[in-house]
């Protein structure tokens, strides 16, 4: 079965800086899509950025971009000059094409301090 | 606007009681979805939907039931619900994508259930 982890439970970064959250995830499919949501205090789920794995250009919106290393299967996350709206719980999600099921990481808060 | 709305936004409600949480999407999106959020455990698959009138479970089926009698609504039944359904529940939705499964997946803004 398909898993994504989050190995960072927590992380900080002051206002204006960069952060690189991570994720890994599992899989023997050649075709997938990742995807990194946020959900801010209001809960709601807001897609960050989409990945589709066979593509090797990193996906890139606004300030937020990714490093995919398909070989190494990590897809972080990576956050340029932070706003205070920045801070949230990220989720990394992956689907494995052809399948109709979307595997969640258990998800990374960030705080962005003044 | 484009979006998916669920209701009711919160509910508390006793064990046993039947209830109903809607969903409903306005972008003609062929596959709806059903997840609960839980500390710790992340987002978890309930029920989805590919179209009308089809519909399997996800990870975590056991106590809910969902049907598909319309293309926008997808709804979420709770029979006889215990605390343990107590969660955060969000519905999503997606158009059908290249390989004839979800493309990006799209959620509504949730509903916290309380299961006394």
């Known amino acids: 079965a398909q898993t994504v982890t989050q190995s960072q439970p927590e992380m900080s970064v002051q206002e204006a800086e960069t952060v690189t959250l991570s994720c890994t995830y599992d899989?023997?499919?050649?075709?997938?899509?990742l995807f990194w949501y946020k959900q801010p205090p209001s809960r709601q789920m807001i897609l960050v950025i989409r990945?589709?794995?066979?593509?090797?250009q990193n996906a890139t919106e606004n300030r937020f971009s990714v490093n995919f290393q398909k070989a190494a299967k990590s897809f972080s996350l990576k956050i340029s000059d932070s706003q205070l709206g920045d801070a949230a719980m990220y989720f990394c999600?992956?689907?494995?094409?052809?399948?109709?099921?979307?595997?969640f990481g258990k998800g990374t808060k960030l705080t962005v301090n003044p | 606007e484009a979006q998916v709305t669920q209701n009711p936004r919160y509910l508390i409600t006793v064990t046993g009681k039947k209830l109903t949480v809607t969903c409903s999407q306005n972008?003609?999106?062929?596959?709806m979805s059903w997840y609960r959020q839980d500390p710790g455990l992340g987002l978890r698959q309930i029920y989805y939907?590919?179209?009308?009138?089809?519909?399997d479970k996800g990870d975590v089926p056991e106590g809910y039931k969902v049907s598909r009698k319309e293309k926008r609504n997808f709804p979420l039944i709770l029979e006889s619900p215990s605390p343990n359904q107590t969660s955060l529940y969000f519905c999503?939705?997606?158009?059908?994508?290249?390989?004839?499964?979800?493309?990006?997946?799209?959620f509504g803004p949730g509903t916290r259930l309380t299961v006394l």
């Open positions: 999600a992956y689907n494995q094409g052809g399948s109709e099921k979307l595997v």
């Open positions: 899989t023997s499919e050649s075709d997938y899509y």
């Open positions: 990945q589709e794995a066979y593509k090797q």
């Open positions: 972008m003609n999106h062929e596959y």
């Open positions: 939907s590919m179209n009308v009138e089809v519909t």
């Open positions: 999503a939705s997606a158009r059908k994508g290249v390989y004839g499964t979800p493309d990006t997946q799209y």
